[in-house]
Nanobody, 124 residues
Framework: QVQLVESGGGLVQAGDSLRLSCAAS????????MGWFRQAPGKEREFVAA????????NYADFVKGRFTISRDYAKNTHYLQMNSLKPEDTAVYYC?????????????????WGQGTQVTVSS
């Protein structure tokens, strides 16, 4: 089993930056692809970014390309989402997730483990 805990959310102004962290415990996720999703009030959970097991592959939703960067630290069993140039429409609960495969994935159904989420609120 894998437990994921997000941190780093908060209230910021438009144009600010935040870095979300997702710490994994229970077992290593070094051979698993990881991802970030978000869910705004009244909307479905949507894909934000994903990274392959070795960090060599990354995939981003169009609405965050050029602003968000996903990365991972194997020594800390943690992955990150650096969010720059935040917009009010980025306001959502952000969830980290892990798969059981090395290949990069973007579909919600392909992620087996989920964190509890961290709130990101961007004011205009």
């Amino acid at each position: 089993q894998v437990q994921l805990v997000e941190s780093g959310g908060g209230l910021v102004q438009a144009g600010d930056s935040l870095r979300l962290s997702c710490a994994a415990s229970g077992r290593t996720v070094s051979s698993s692809s990881m991802g970030w999703f978000r869910q705004a009030p009244g909307k479905e959970r949507e894909f934000v970014a994903a990274i392959s097991w070795n960090g060599g592959g990354k995939n981003y939703a169009d609405f965050v390309k050029g602003r968000f960067t996903i990365s991972r630290d194997y020594a800390k069993n943690t992955h990150y989402l650096q969010m720059n140039s935040l917009k009010p429409e980025d306001t959502a609960v952000y969830y980290c997730a892990a798969t059981d495969t090395w290949a990069i994935r973007t579909s919600i159904r392909e992620f087996k483990y989920w964190g509890q989420g961290t709130q990101v609120t961007v004011s205009s």
